[in-house]
């Protein structure tokens, strides 16, 4: 697809503005103009249809039934309790389907319609958070680590990864005149964009800062990943890596997950600089022609990775030492309590694909409601959200635990207690109903597979297996599934492309096993693979590494050694 319209209605926008009142005022349609469609992505928020009445509308000549998705800008996924209050106000007086716990630590709202969106970006402004940049060709949401235990470290990373966060965001005041009806200021409609320049970047760019041992953020996913380096428990710099993404078409080998290479180490202070040289290489040399090209991963493909380092070296005035040796142990999150090393408690909740809403499974609105409650009354803890869109409450004194315990068992939100390791560790995007480019279901579809897939390998005596498994309703990727050990991509209504053997570190791409099919399909083909995992692995190999021993697959090798059993 050519990219020239996006450019143009970024050029013409003065600051991200178009006719975005205008479009807000119209009461004709619950839609805005087109090009504003594109614009509102930047204010944080896209303009969405309810797919599962989309035909019924259509018949009886209704328009579809529009709303808006609305995501957070939560750098690390870090809230205070009254911020939760006041977000928990905004889901049940704007939005459906309760608060959604993305892949990168934000939260969405969905279900917004056009009369309310501007109360609804008020209300959360109020909390303090914002969604500006939450989305759009710029630099998005900033991933970081939610590692509980390294409680020191976790300040000092989210610290940086936060001002990195603000250093990177457009200077446009269009946001608050437009939703927060800030005066405009005289003189001009477009404020200097020094980094972004007049039209952004080519396209989305993503940031994420790892703690090792854990890869919760899976920071070999980002455009630019930051690996922490800890000596004697003291952050000395880090390992960046550049050129992640996991976005492809299906039959379109011009685009591909790709897996982000090592740039170098810098130290705490050369991160703002590296990080502006990174995001201006990528502004100055990707692809503003061919749109599905544009992302970092292919203007390295397209340069080298020799040359866009000497790029960044120019611009940031700053040569890169070389690497640090790093290891993952997984990309999981860690259920349960944890001590920090600062005697603070942290709790992390497994939340199916991170939906929050009150229902059979518990009831997660109301209950988490009543922990911020307790939280804020108690005058102490917070809740990150994590990448792998669970939610740890956090930094607890000891004697929070039993009444925050109490609590979770309380509303039912203590499934991490019993849930499988294949459901604690799984990933689902949203897909169907709002994602107006979902091929097949994930979020609904979840726990149903979770279930089918559980007793197939409760047959072979691997109820316990530890197994990532991922599902995303069409191969953008949204839960990463290309990092999964086993993951569904979605291709039609009920059809997936079946890939395996990504390992548990996302630190090696998984690759197709079988194309486009269906439920019977997938379990039959899982169950022969189940059966000599449970026969033939060797002592602790992890699934994604004994189908890559056994050549069920052979997917590219990844950017850190993997030793298989
Ligand atoms: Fe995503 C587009 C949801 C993380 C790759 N993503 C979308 C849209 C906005 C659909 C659209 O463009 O119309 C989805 C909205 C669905 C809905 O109804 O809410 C959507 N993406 C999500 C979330 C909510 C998935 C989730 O289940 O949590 C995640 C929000 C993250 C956030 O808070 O900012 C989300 N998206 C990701 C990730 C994972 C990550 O960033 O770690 C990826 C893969 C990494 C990457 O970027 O390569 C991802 N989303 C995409 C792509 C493919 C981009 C590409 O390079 O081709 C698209 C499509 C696009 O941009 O054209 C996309
Ligand atoms: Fe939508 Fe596809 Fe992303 Fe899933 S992976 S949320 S279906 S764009």
Same mark, same amino acid.
């Given at each position: 697809m050519s990219a020239a319209p996006v450019e143009d209605i970024k050029r013409a926008s003065r600051g991200l503005r178009g006719s975005l009142l205008e479009s807000l005022a119209d009461?004709?349609?619950?839609?805005?103009?087109?090009?504003?469609?594109?614009?509102?992505?930047?204010?944080?928020?896209?303009?969405?249809?309810?797919?599962?009445?989309?035909?019924?509308?259509?018949?009886?000549?209704?328009?579809?039934?529009?709303?808006?998705m609305i995501r957070t800008r939560t750098p690390g996924g870090v809230l205070t309790p009254e911020q939760w209050l006041k977000l928990d106000r905004v889901a049940n007086d704007y939005a459906e389907r309760g608060l959604r716990i993305t892949t990168r630590q934000a939260i969405q709202f969905h279900g917004v319609i056009k009369t309310e969106l501007k109360s609804t970006m008020k209300a959360i402004n109020a909390a303090l958070i914002d969604t500006l940049a939450a989305c759009g060709d710029v630099n998005r949401n900033v991933a970081v680590a939610a590692n509980p235990l390294v409680s020191g470290l976790h300040a000092t990373v989210y610290a940086q990864a936060a001002a990195l966060s603000e250093h990177l965001l457009p200077n446009t005041r269009a946001y608050y005149e437009i939703w927060l009806d800030e005066e405009r200021v005289a003189g001009g409609d477009e404020a200097a964009e020094p980094v972004y320049g007049p039209t952004y970047l080519p396209r989305k760019f993503k940031i994420g800062f790892a703690i090792p041992p854990i890869n919760d953020v899976d920071v070999y996913a980002q455009d630019l990943g930051f690996i922490a380096?800890?000596?004697?428990?003291?952050?000395?710099?880090?390992?960046?890596?550049?050129?992640?993404?996991?976005?492809?078409t299906h039959g379109?080998?011009?685009?591909?997950?790709?897996?982000?290479?090592?740039?170098?180490?810098?130290?705490?202070e050369q991160l703002i600089p590296v990080a502006t040289a990174v995001v201006t290489a990528q502004r100055d040399l990707g692809n503003r022609t061919v749109r599905k090209r544009a992302r970092l991963k292919y203007t390295i493909d397209d340069h080298g990775l020799d040359?866009?380092? !000497? @790029?960044?070296? /120019?611009?940031? #005035?700053?040569?890169?030492?070389?690497?640090? +040796?790093?290891?993952?142990?997984?990309n999981g999150d860690r259920f349960g309590w944890v001590q920090g090393e600062d005697g603070r408690a942290h709790l992390t909740l497994r939340v199916t694909a991170g939906r929050l809403?009150?229902?059979?499974?518990?009831?997660?609105?109301?209950?988490?409601?009543?922990? !911020? @409650?307790?939280? /804020?009354?108690? #005058?102490?803890?917070?809740?990150?959200?994590? +990448?792998?869109?669970?939610?740890?409450?956090?930094?607890l004194r000891p004697d929070q635990r039993e009444r925050i315990d109490a609590l979770v068992g309380t509303y039912g939100l203590d499934y991490f207690r019993r849930a499988t390791p294949l459901a604690l560790n799984s990933l689902a995007c949203v897909a169907l109903p709002t994602c107006g480019l979902a091929m097949a279901e994930a979020e609904r579809y979840l726990p149903a597979l979770l279930e089918k897939v559980e007793a197939r390998l409760a047959r072979h005596g691997l109820r316990d297996a530890d197994?990532?498994?991922?599902?995303?309703?069409?191969?953008?990727?949204?839960?990463?599934?290309?990092?999964?050990?086993?993951?569904?991509?979605?291709?039609?209504?009920?059809?997936?492309n079946?890939?395996?053997?990504?390992?548990?570190?996302?630190?090696?791409?998984?690759?197709l096993y079988r194309e486009n099919i269906d439920e019977a399909q997938i379990l039959d083909a899982l169950e022969p693979l189940f059966a000599s995992y449970a026969a033939e692995r060797s002592a602790h190999e992890r699934f994604g590494d004994f189908l890559v021993r056994q050549n069920v697959v052979k997917p590219k090798p990844g950017p850190i050694p993997v030793v298989l059993a």
């Open positions: 009461p004709i349609t619950g839609a805005l103009r087109e090009a504003d469609q594109t614009l509102i992505k930047y204010h944080g928020s896209y303009q969405q249809d309810d797919r599962d009445v989309r035909e019924e509308r259509r018949v009886t000549k209704l328009e579809p039934a529009y709303s808006f380096i800890v000596e004697n428990d003291a952050l000395v710099g880090y390992n960046v890596v550049v050129g992640g993404g996991m976005g492809s379109d080998a011009e685009t591909y997950p790709r897996l982000a290479d090592a740039l170098g180490f810098i130290t705490p040359v866009f380092r !000497a @790029e960044v070296e /120019q611009r940031s #005035g700053i040569t890169l030492e070389a690497s640090r +040796p790093v290891d993952f142990a997984h809403q009150d229902g059979e499974a518990g009831l997660w609105q109301t209950g988490l409601r009543a922990i !911020a @409650e307790q939280l /804020q009354s108690d #005058g102490s803890g917070e809740f990150r959200l994590t +990448p792998n869109q669970n939610l740890v409450i956090a930094a197994i990532h498994l991922r599902i995303s309703g069409c191969p953008n990727g949204c839960s990463r599934p290309f990092l999964g050990e086993i993951a569904l991509v979605g291709k039609a209504p009920g059809r997936y079946l890939m395996l053997g990504a390992d548990h570190r996302g630190a090696r791409l998984n690759a």
